[in-house]
């Protein structure tokens, strides 16, 4: 369709015929749209739930041969279709037709993602809590900002244990895990992680080995080190991207080797499989999967292996580069919420041993959607 | 490795030298391994985590010249490289580097699926609930049977709301979504899904409009309908393997083409995109998600839209053929668990309104596999 397709302007419906096994729609601008039986029948506004617009009809039942006997142009503006082995009626509004006219290159659109790099640290959604409680706006524009981001800061959060699990209950249900609803980061003797030490974690996408990961990490500062600690934020999805243009074959090699991610102790096995980079068939970044503690020994060709590691061990640089890391000091009361898909997060190592004290959860990224799409349609 | 390694009889190392890039181990059946300097550094033994065997050193900080001055057997049977660098010794026994030995084809093994369809009735996991509570060696046969047959069929779970929590509990930590922990199965008056309603409902993975999709389903039927109603279940890898043998062509569509998915009310907007066969870089089947009724339009090519409606139409014929579809009737205290990224389930129509009721709850995939790895341990 052309760009000046806007409000009224739009074109209407100048005519339609039937052309083999489509029917084409004559545009009042000149364009010429076609659609084909079986995808005009399947797609029969009659046929699908009134409430959720749910097919009624199973896809596969529909006879190999339906054509329509006619095709007509309503006073309304539609599209009428007469089917001739049943005699139904369906119609089809036009901005509808227009909107999934797929023989002009209609396809689903994708949200919008801004990637990001140290650079752009002011640019990272931030808002106070307390504003998002109350505010149901600023609470859209925040998520607004995480979905495309990937990350979200919030100050002002009640400094109690549990807190975290309240500021999750207002974007999504918790994920319970064998670790529970919420866990703590902190030092602690005989840690079953570094996580759970003083030392430096370097960046990476948590829970790797568990399937599915989890998609929503949300951290709590309740007490903070008293030097060091910083927390160290990476987007993966710039690192992939930047790799794709820098280095196809690096990206190639990272996107097509399935690496096994495992964690066990003396009361849980996880097991995961997945490529660091994870894309769609169609080529667009799904998920980002980089976790170098809890990657289990790659076993790949031995003509290969070198240049895998060449290609992991430059995604890894890359995610610890000054010009990729973000690195924001966190006080007692701020938060952070990472795409856990998509950015990898760390710490700095911290002096005193005991002293900070994170509590961390998860949520899943379908039901904060959920929860964006009705804030913004409200 | 010859096939012949079992037990004690495995071979014992021989010698082992630096040769260019890597190190060689002479074992003493006349086999010849090869190990890349990057790749022993990056797996020492000594520099991974001694609870979890995690690696404590960030693989993309080794150096890029990493090399051993000195690489020895030990008369424990074990390889010691000293490295010429930093002087580190890494010491690797000799099971682990034969189960690692990639310049031989050692590669991450995956647990057996079993593929089934209309005609192995027979062979689907069955337990009696009571049996599996008290006795943790017929929970870990279920639950081994229900990781490679992807359905599990449990018998004589108390009849009262909220039992199917209570199963679920054993095998993992239950997903709660905008639905809640639990949800009823029955016909309501103005239903927002076919699901609510006593007509039949073709086979499909569920909730394919979520992101993550939830991984295992439990059902449990407290209420049966007077006649009816009968569950349908499909093994959807069965069919996929079956179509991509049969017609690859079609099995590459459906591989291919990112379908989205989509539910929305008054309180909940769900959107996720995936294609109908989705499969890992490697080829290995990953998840199947057929839901026809959840499905937005399709939006490919004009020149391929009848190409990609005859694989759809085909992969939704199969799942509805008597040759793949399972029928089971379950009455009151009968409960079915699925891998819902891999069985489809549905049900026939039944008579009448009201009288049927089942309760549904989610668990992830993740969990249950961890506790049936303990129970096999133990």
Redesign the interface.
């Known amino acids: 369709m052309s760009a000046d397709v806007v409000g009224d302007l739009r074109p209407t419906i100048a005519a339609a015929d039937i052309e083999g ?1 489509w029917v084409r729609v004559y545009w009042d601008d000149g364009t010429i749209s ?1 659609y ?1 039986h ?2 005009l029948r ?2 029969c506004p009659q046929l699908r ?1 009134p ?6 009809v ?5 006879p190999q041969d339906c054509r329509p006997s006619a095709a007509e142009v309503t006073a309304a503006d539609a599209l009428r279709v007469t089917w001739s082995h049943d005699g139904h009626v369906s119609t089809y509004e036009s901005a509808w037709l227009m909107a ?1 006219d ?2 002009n290159g ?3 659109s ?1 949200p919008a993602s801004v990637l990001w790099s140290a650079a752009d640290a002011d640019a990272i959604p931030r808002a106070d809590y307390a504003e998002i409680v109350g505010d149901t706006s600023a609470r859209a524009r925040f998520l607004d900002g995480f979905a495309r981001y990937g990350l979200g800061l919030l100050g002002g959060v009640p400094c109690v244990p549990g807190a975290v699990l309240e500021v999750a209950a207002l974007f999504g ?6 670790w529970g609803k919420v866990f703590d980061v902190r030092s602690v003797v ?1 840690a ?3 996580a759970y030490t003083n030392m430096p974690l ?1 960046c990476h996408t948590d829970e790797a ?5 989890p ?1 929503v990490q949300l951290q709590h500062v309740l007490r903070a080190a008293a030097s060091g600690g910083e927390s160290t934020l990476v987007d993966g999805f710039r690192l992939a991207t930047d790799l794709r243009r820098e280095d196809p074959e690096a990206f190639r090699l990272l ?4 690496l ?1 991610f ?4 003396a ?7 997945a ?1 660091v980079i994870d894309c ?3 080529g ?1 970044l799904r998920a980002v999967r980089f976790s ?11 003509d290969e ?2 240049s895998f ?1 060449a290609a ?6 890359m ?2 580069s000054a010009r990729y890391q973000l690195r924001v000091t966190l006080g007692p009361g701020d938060l952070y919420m990472v795409d856990n898909r998509r950015v990898l997060h760390g710490r700095t190592g911290f002096a005193a041993s005991g002293a900070r004290h994170l509590q961390s959860c998860y949520i ?4 904060l ?2 929860r964006l ?2 804030l913004s ?1 409200s």
Chains 1, 2 share one sequence.
Do not use: C
């Not at 009361?267 to 499989?273: C, F, P």
């Not at 170098?292 to 031995?302: D, E, I, Q, R, W």
């Not at 992991?312 to 640089?317: D, I, Q, T």
């Open positions: 096994r076609r084909h079986v995808w399947d797609n739930h409430a959720t617009g749910h097919r009624t199973d896809t596969a039942q529909i999934n797929y023989s209609a396809r689903n994708h249900e918790v994920r319970t895990t064998s005989d079953n992680s570094l370097v080995y568990r399937d599915p990961v998609t996107a097509t080797t399935v096994r495992r964690f066990a102790d009361t849980t096995k996880l097991v995961s499989d490529p769609f068939p169609d667009r170098n503690h809890s990657a289990t020994p790659f076993l790949v060709g031995f292996m070198e590691y992991y061990r430059k995604f890894g640089a995610r610890e899943e990224r379908d039901e959607m959920s799409a009705l349609r």
